[in-house]
């Protein structure tokens, strides 16, 4: 009864929360069963309580970053509603200029709040993926065409370059894909000068691989803050904070590229701009 007894003494160290007690295979036949089927149970348990954690500290840091976002915006609206009752906007067109003002730091706050959404749901995976095999040249030339007439109204440009030497397939949610580009096309056109900012989207290959850069011709990115650009809410680079980001639109980026089974990553030099990087995977598969 030795197994059965250490069996007993190991189960009460589980029973109050020792879950690094290795459950020993002491005894054989049923006995032994035994043994494994509690090793499991304790390893199960370990798991879903390392994932409960994870979970808890996830929405205790979403709520922090968030709620520090919403600061700013909610602040702005507060006071130019203030302004208008306490009298400062005296006259119609500065009242009218007040609301309109206000009005668009609400849309700042659902942009904040459909960011959060998005990157919950990627990040304890209940998004699903909506896969389709696309060629990647004819996309990014119809993506760039969409997005040229925005940069053209901000005097500023937009192009795409095709360094492919035949047609390239990959598999995407294209959905999704576009909101990668629209993040990082965002944040590189707001970091890019009035008449002289450049943007532009080039495509090569490895031997396995498209690359997609997207490069700009902004100020760049410091060296310290360039491997942290990807985390939620980071906000080192002072010079690549705007108004109306929630701080998520990189690290939303990643997520859905790396559920792609691609890569993401990013190179600059401060003054000499900046690029984003992404690696998909060709699709050999025959039609």
């Not at 009864?1 to 690094?20: R, T």
């Not at 007439?149 to 492919?164: G, H, P, S, V, W």
Request: hydrophobic content about 35%; some cysteine.
């Amino acid at each position: 009864i030795k197994p059965i007894v250490s069996l007993n003494q190991s189960a009460l160290k589980l029973a109050n929360g020792e879950l690094d007690t290795v459950i020993d295979h002491d005894g054989i036949g049923e006995i032994s069963n035994l043994c494994d089927s509690v090793e499991q149970l304790r390893l199960k348990l370990k798991e879903s309580i390392y994932f409960r954690k994870k979970t808890d500290d996830n929405r205790k840091f979403l709520l922090s970053g968030i709620s520090h976002d919403l600061r700013t915006p909610v602040t702005a609206i507060r006071g130019y509603i203030e302004g208008i009752l306490d009298g400062v906007a005296i006259t119609e067109e500065k009242k009218t200029a007040y609301l309109k003002t206000a009005l668009k730091k609400t849309d700042t706050i659902s942009l904040m709040i459909d960011d959060l959404l998005l990157y919950s749901k990627l990040d304890l995976n209940t998004l699903p993926f909506e896969l389709t095999k696309i060629n990647i040249a004819v996309y990014l030339e119809e993506y760039t065409a969409e997005m040229q007439n925005d940069f053209q109204r901000k005097n500023k440009q937009l192009t795409f370059e095709n360094a492919l030497s035949q047609e390239r397939f990959v598999t995407v949610d294209t959905s999704k894909f576009n909101r990668v580009l629209q993040n990082i096309l965002s944040n590189a056109e707001k970091n890019i000068a009035e008449h002289t900012g450049k943007v532009i989207i080039s495509l090569r290959e490895n031997y396995s691989s498209v690359i997609i850069e997207i490069r700009d011709n902004g100020r760049g990115i410091k060296e310290e803050d360039l491997p942290n650009i990807f985390t939620r809410f980071y906000r080192g680079d002072a010079a690549r904070i705007h108004d109306g980001s929630s701080g998520l639109g990189l690290t939303i980026a990643k997520q859905i590229v790396e559920g792609l089974g691609g890569r993401i990553w990013a190179l600059s030099k401060e003054g000499q701009g900046a690029a984003i990087l992404i690696s998909l995977k060709k699709n050999m598969d025959k039609e």
